[in-house]
């Protein structure tokens, strides 16, 4: 039941937020930072030598802030931490933090992670990292968290790191973000910057062993969703372990700040870099992917030359293009420290980077699908599909398709990638339909992209062989190719950086917060009649204020009182109508609209008197309960339909919109193609055996921690959903959401649901189109209406109706032949009169009602028409068709001007100087230029005046 998407506005970058605070971040450490802990545990405050940020260590040793870039190398790489012959596992790395943060000092509960689709937010699409899961209502205060203080692992995407992907080691699409999320309240001090510090520098030292001396702390500034604060990164070795954030801004899209009430504390660990930490390899990507690794590189045949790994990979911390100046300086330096030429570095390297990039996009589409994701064109489904035909494009490139074993193969990967997460998040469940989203796609990027392709060679042709990164955004964005098949069909290299240009535009991109045309915020909430009672059609109310219609001329026609059973559009559906009686006054109510916590009549006419003369008076309501019952309907029916999509097409239907008005309702649905007939009638079929089986529903209030655990986040089909409680609406064994609609007490009510019918209205996205109970019947009465009407024009019965209509429609394309056959032989032979009579001009009536047989046909005669120097007019009921030897022999214009006397509306003329005709066995069309043809449809005029026209002008009338 989602509503309207707000619009999309401009604003500051995360980094541009970030660069305005920085210096005063700088300039105050004791203010922002918790210099006082750090001392304590035996950390002094130095200025890096390379990158100038201020950093803590415990030793003189560490003589820059420990990033790679300013260390030069990774240098863990062969010089782990586990005691040699033994190494630590991705899901032991997790079990260990687990059990040091919840037996800190202040413990930590430990909870399950939430879908990387964010269905409760609307201004992102996926957990990017674990705080978006509490943004923006735990933050605001408006939602408790489900634990305080917590940790988890959760699953996030990121899209501008796809360059860096198999060659820094550390980069990923999809990763596990170890999170530590806390939320001090001001009458709830939970622990903020100084325990942080001290639990993080405990994990490090005490559950995973790493001496202190290798540890340095980073003041930094972090930004994003909205929220601003200080950052303290901490590195080892050369790389980043994890980021602990301290939220105490909110931002604007100016980069503009105000405090937060809430101080929240966001640490974010990404845990595949734990194990390649301890474990010294060459990259992390064998550890995190370790069965899905040896079951690929083993099909692959491809064994990664451990010299030149061992040599590259302390090295390849240098190839963040988001960090590199230059990146081929770079690879030349990398090259002269492993003693190799750059192009053998770049080929030994090659292969094992687009094994990396295939095992780490099947991953991250693997998790998006099976958390509600569709690869599209339309928003995250957009870089769904982007990285998955990055990896056909990768497996087809380098002949490695069939050598998996073809689709089979690739389908292996996924079965484990579950393997290898199994020990984090447990059993995947049985997806039914993932095989089947995954085989429609590429058969879509295998078999549907002539046209976008054909579209790109014009463009490269067209920009003469020089992309920049816009141009690759459109290939991409707006023809679905991947960068390696543009790539390739363009002669072109794929930009370092363009992954990171594409997610960075679409960070400057944000949602913007919808207009409030009316303050409510001095009234008192508006008692709400229509959830106690939907049955409620009548009640007296009390007029607390009235409102000028900002939008309809300033009329005083809003009324606001102290309760109400007027249902306001909420939920997708549209509002109640009805009548207000203001002592013997009679006032309609055309619409009804929820503003804040206050409900707002929009009447007629409008109140004559001041608003003083009505505030406090005593109202007789009546909603108009026809109208009420079938939104009431067709709202349930939305659940129940839902419910059947899900169960006929599978577990990847998710609610993408929904409207109920009175006349018909619509579902937006997320699935991969349009429905077949069958399709939709056993949506129809499955739910009405839902209404038949007369199911109990129940409607409540429940706390949102209780929901979300008992039901999980299928409940928020409609979307967003603030503050601490839900209504909760539980058809029995059916469905169950978060909906503030009408609905019917059981299934039966809804009486009957007819599907009318259902299209594809975007990438990813089919709207059904249904109406429910008396709507239905109508329906249902009108097509027998017209079976009864068929069969009585016909003579038969019911049953031969299918058989007799295929007879006619046969006969009708057998008749509809021999007609086009002798419509072209008259044709024929009016031509010949022309070209071989004694006449030039001719004008020749015709009974068609449109030119299409001489837009389809007058290509042949063109030549000979202009060699001989004749013109023709076919004048037809509603149309004129004109081919001349010369645009000399009509002037346009004149004819244009003659006809608007019968055409004051206006009409279209079509005309051309150059006709083309291809015929059967020519491989060229031949064509005709310096010759004019006009077409003229759609147009009123009488016949003698239009004859006399062309007489004018030496036409001949045929007879």
């Not at 026809?626 to 349930?636: E, G």
């Not at 529903?697 to 601490?724: H, W």
């Not at 100087?913 to 010759?931: A, C, R």
Request: hydrophobic residues 35%.
């Amino acid at each position: 039941d989602k509503e309207d998407t707000p619009e999309e506005i401009s604003c500051l970058s995360v980094k541009e937020i970030k660069k305005l605070a920085r210096p005063e971040f700088t300039a105050n450490p004791e203010k922002f930072y918790p210099t006082k802990t750090l001392e304590k545990l035996g950390f002094s405050r130095n200025q890096c030598p390379k990158c100038e940020n201020y950093y803590w260590r415990s030793s003189e040793i560490r003589d820059t802030c420990g990033d790679s870039n300013c260390v030069g190398k990774y240098t863990f790489i062969n010089n782990g931490f586990m005691e040699e012959g033994k190494e630590m596992t991705y899901a032991e790395a997790w079990q260990g933090f687990e059990r040091s943060f919840t037996n800190a000092r202040i413990p930590c509960k430990s909870i399950s992670r939430y879908p990387i689709v964010a269905r409760w937010r609307n201004d992102v699409d996926f957990t990017a990292a674990g705080i978006y899961c509490f943004q923006p209502y735990c933050v605001t205060g408006e939602l408790d968290p489900p634990a305080n203080p917590l940790i988890m692992p959760q699953f996030c995407a990121r899209f501008n790191d796809l360059d860096n992907i198999g060659l820094t080691g550390r980069h990923y699409s999809g990763f596990i973000m170890l999170g530590i999320q806390v939320f001090n309240y001001p009458d709830d001090h939970k622990f903020f910057k100084d325990e942080c510090v001290e639990f993080n520098f405990n994990w490090l030292t005490e559950e995973l062993g790493i001496p202190k001396e290798e540890i340095t702390f980073v003041e930094d500034v972090w930004a994003g969703g909205g929220n601003l604060g200080p950052s303290i990164e901490y590195f080892v070795r050369g790389v980043e372990i994890g980021n602990m954030v301290f939220m105490q801004y909110k931002t604007f899209p100016d980069g503009s700040r105000e405090e937060l009430k809430i101080k929240v504390i966001d640490t974010g660990i990404g845990l595949e870099r734990i194990p390649w930490l301890m474990n010294g390899n060459a990259t992390s990507y064998m550890t995190v992917f370790k069965n899905a690794y040896e079951w690929l590189s083993e099909k692959l045949e491809i064994s990664p030359d451990q010299g030149i790994w061992e040599k590259f990979g302390p090295y390849s911390s240098q190839l963040d293009v988001d960090e590199a100046e230059d990146i081929n300086k770079t690879w030349q330096q990398i090259a002269d420290l492993v003693g190799k030429e750059v192009e053998e570095v770049r080929a030994e390297i090659s292969p094992v980077k687009d094994m990396y990039i295939i095992l780490d996009h099947t991953r991250t589409v693997m998790i998006t699908i099976i958390d509600g994701s569709l690869p599209s064109n339309v928003g995250g489904g957009g870089n769904v599909r982007n990285i998955l035909r990055r990896v056909f494009a990768l497996l087809h490139k380098n002949n490695w398709y069939e050598k998996i074993g073809e689709m089979d193969g690739l389908l292996s990967i996924f079965d484990y990638h579950k393997k290898d997460l199994a020990g984090i998040f447990g059993e995947f469940k049985e997806y039914k339909s993932f095989n089947e989203i995954i085989k429609v796609e590429y058969h879509r990027w295998s078999h549907t992209d002539e046209a976008m392709k054909t579209q790109l060679k014009k463009l490269v042709k067209k920009k003469k062989g020089k992309f920049d990164l816009e141009d690759w955004d459109l290939c991409m964005s707006s023809y679905g190719l991947p960068a390696d098949t543009i790539a390739e069909i363009g002669g072109l290299e794929v930009p370092a950086n363009l992954y990171y240009y594409i997610a960075d535009k679409k960070d400057r991109i944000t949602k913007a917060a919808p207009a409030v045309l009316y303050d409510t915020t001095h009234l008192e909430e508006t008692e709400n009649l229509y959830f106690q009672d939907h049955h409620l059609y009548e009640f007296d109310a009390q007029i607390i204020d009235l409102f000028l219609n900002v939008t309809d001329e300033n009329k005083q026609n809003i009324i606001i009182t102290n309760k109400s059973a007027f249902y306001p559009t909420s939920g997708g559906q549209i509002h109640d109508t009805g009548k207000i009686f203001i002592g013997d006054e009679e006032y309609s109510v055309n619409n009804v609209e929820k503003v804040g916590k206050s409900i707002l009549h929009i009447v007629s006419p409008s109140l004559p008197l001041d608003k003083e003369n009505y505030i406090g008076k005593d109202i007789k309501c009546i909603v108009d309960s026809k109208r009420r019952d079938q939104l009431r309907s067709n709202h349930t029916g939305t659940h129940i339909v839902f419910a059947s999509c899900r169960k006929v097409l599978g577990p990847h239907i998710w609610q993408n919109g929904a409207k109920k008005t009175l006349d018909m309702a619509h579902l937006d649905i997320t699935h991969y193609k349009s429905l077949t007939k069958d399709e939709e009638l056993a949506i129809e079929n499955e739910a009405n055996r839902i209404i038949c089986a007369s199911s109990k529903i129940t409607k409540s209030m429940m706390s949102k921690s209780d929901a979300e655990r008992e039901y999980g986040f299928s409940l928020y089909q409609g979307g967003i959903v603030p503050g601490n409680e839900l209504r909760i609406v539980d058809i029995e064994g059916v469905d169950t959401e978060a909906c503030c609609g009408t609905h019917c007490d059981n299934t039966s009510e809804v009486g009957w649901i007819k599907m009318i019918n259902s299209r594809r209205i975007s990438d990813g996205i089919v709207r059904l189109y249904y109406i429910a109970n008396e709507k239905a019947m109508e329906v249902m009465n009108k097509e027998t209406v017209l079976l009864q009407d068929l069969c009585t024009l016909w003579g038969i019965d019911q049953q031969q109706i299918l058989p007799t209509a295929k007879r006619f429609f046969e006969d009708y394309k057998k008749l509809t032949t021999t007609t086009n056959k002798q419509d072209g032989q008259i044709l024929s032979l009016q031509m010949n009169v022309l070209l071989n009579g004694g006449s030039d001009k001719l004008v020749i009536e015709s009974d068609h009602t449109n030119p299409r047989i001489y837009f389809s046909n007058i290509g042949q005669y063109a030549a000979e028409v202009k060699e001989k120097g004749k013109s023709v007019v076919f004048m037809g009921p509603s149309f004129i068709f004109g081919l001349f030897s010369s645009k000399d022999i009509v002037e346009v214009k004149e004819l244009e001007e003659f006809l608007k006397e019968t055409n004051p509306e206006g009409f279209e003329i079509k005309k051309t100087d150059k006709i083309s005709f291809k015929v059967k066995g020519q491989k060229k069309p031949t064509q005709t230029k310096n010759i004019l043809q006009v077409s003229i449809p759609g147009i009123k005029f009488e016949p003698e005046n239009v004859q006399k026209y062309f007489s004018d002008k030496g036409f001949v009338i045929f007879e």
